[in-house]
């Protein structure tokens, strides 16, 4: 099969779909390679890397799109990859399709196949496309919100772990997946007081057993949320439906309630966001201020760190990469139901239930 990797043209995405790691297995596995020229430099994989491993470098993306069958990706394909895309082409990438009905719409025209990373699943009832960049975001939350918490950062002017005679910042984490549990942890490292909210109790026996108490734990009730969200110097949103457009779980009215200058970071704003108040920003322009709280809503955290990003994410693809090379994409998805999962559209038709519901377009 004829594999191909465009650079990212997201604002400030440096990450890479494919590694020069994954482009030696593919050619292994007898195929063709295509790498856009500088493709992977932001990631630190120079093109003679992937020359080395036995990809072709070409100049444009229009060249990729116009002749791979399979685009490999990192984040959803912008509107001008979007023109590009051809019937019967297969993508494989992050989508996140049911906040973003345009990009609904134009993968629907296109007719093409598209395989959404992040609705990927395994045996143990995980997300293992999603999981890595979800390690990444969450452990790179509790540092983005501290930065947002300073002072010329518009925030309240509180340190993470305070200091002898001065307490610690109060952080609270709706969701305790695998964002909630990496936030919590790197938090709490930075010396905050960390709670972690969430619905499971056998989730938060785990995180019990499995943490010693480093962070608390408490049922994410309307009122505990609310409680919590008030006293906190910094609110992570970390919750999840795969697929699904995040629940809003903390509303603008609920803001007056909170401390002034005090930081929300919500990972969850790819899928929509977990605030009402969550709009999607960049890395150029992170955060912006709703009465007074201060809020960080990038939707491609993981590409501030690109070649950890990457390389995580590269380790998780490649087999998914290479079945669907190797067997093509029907017969993958009919020897391995969690990369079916994976089918969000096909042939001009949402083929993901979450999705059809949140757009209210049949599937
Ligand atoms: C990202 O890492 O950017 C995702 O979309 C999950």
Redesign the pocket.
Known sequence: MKLGCPTEIKPQEFRVGMTPNAAREAVAHGHEVMIQQGAGVGAGFPDADYIAAGAQIVDTAEEIFASAEMIVK??EPQAGERKMLREGQLLFT?L?LAPDPDQTRDLLASGCTAIAY?TVTDAAGGLPL?AP?SEV?GKLAPQVGAWTLQKANGGRGVLMGGVPGVGPARVAVIGGGVVGTHAARVAAGMGADVTVLDRSLPRMRYLDDAFGGVFKTSYASAGNTAELVAQADMVIGAVLIPGAAAPKLVSRAQLADMKPGAAIVDVAI?QGGCFETSRATTHQDPIYDVDGIMHYCV?????AVART?TIALGNATMPFMLALADKGWREACATDPHLLNGLNVHAGKLTYFAVGKALGIDV
Do not use: R
Not at 299 to 303: D, F, L, Q, R
């Open positions: 990192v984040k992050y996140h992040e999603l960049m975001a790819d939707a491609n955290m993981p590409g990003s």
